[in-house]
């Protein structure tokens, strides 16, 4: 299998610092790289964080490994650079449709009532909701690191749509079992719109990167070594193909 061993771009979910993935990364058999937020994001829009993507992007082919919001910019960022990517793994990642927006590839209500919160009181969620939803899991060391450092998002993270677009690669979702903040349920839904044509799962809460880096690097090389993901037999997916899974 080509690109068995391809650069890896980390895409982290909202909030987060950069360092969640260095016990992760150290564990790969290949070089990585984590894409940063953008330079005054506190009002930036979702291309900016698709641009801040774009530069750190390796050199060549690469593989982007998502979790959760860093779906939707894995989704724009294979749609920018669709000859470049070669693989696309989401752990416990949101998945947009066609032309969704993280907010509206949620399901009733959280699509509805997620626009008022953000605008009335912001993106960063209570202490409380991050230690019981975000930190799942987590020892209380971490819990409070994440608490400590977590960065507000601008709006468009999050309300900013995607566009619809045909991308073929090798497709892959990691599954949390355990997550207070994804459900499982709702991951197999976004998991199907991903077209994902291999998956595992992992007993552990949203930031399987911190509550299991062993694992979590094992399951990347799982993906990478799976022999499904054939450069001849991988079918083109579509974001809007699936537009039905809601």
């Known amino acids: 299998m080509t690109d068995a061993h391809s650069p890896i771009l980390f895409l982290s979910g909202a909030g987060l610092p950069t360092w969640i993935w260095d016990e992760v990364s150290e564990r790969l058999s290949t070089v990585s790289a984590v894409a940063p937020r953008p330079a005054r994001h506190s009002d930036a829009p979702l291309s900016a964080y698709v641009e801040a993507a774009v530069d750190a992007a390796p050199p060549g082919r690469f593989a982007i490994v998502a979790h959760s919001s860093g779906g939707v910019v894995g989704a724009e960022l294979a749609r920018i650079l669709e000859d470049r990517v070669s693989s696309f793994l989401a752990i416990s990642a949101v998945i947009p449709t066609g032309t969704d927006s993280f907010v509206s590839a949620m399901p ?8 008022p919160v953000m605008r009335l009181a912001g993106t960063r969620p209570p202490d409380k909701a991050i230690r019981r939803g975000l930190c799942g899991g987590l020892n209380d060391d971490d819990v409070e690191r994440i608490v400590a450092e977590f960065v507000p998002e601008s709006q468009g993270l999050y309300m900013d749509r995607t566009a619809a677009h045909v991308w073929s690669g090798r497709r892959g979702v990691l599954l949390t079992t355990q997550d207070k903040e994804l459900p499982l349920g709702l991951q197999r839904r ?4 991903l077209g994902a044509q291999w998956n595992k799962e992992i007993a552990t809460g949203h930031l399987p990167m911190i509550q299991d880096p062993p694992a979590t690097a094992r399951a990347i090389e799982e993906f990478w070594a799976a022999s499904l993901f054939s450069d001849s037999g991988v079918d083109g997916f579509s974001y809007a193909a699936s537009a039905g899974c809601r």
């Open 108 to 115: 009733v209500p959280n699509r509805w009532i997620l626009p």
């Open 190 to 193: 976004f998991a199907e719109r």
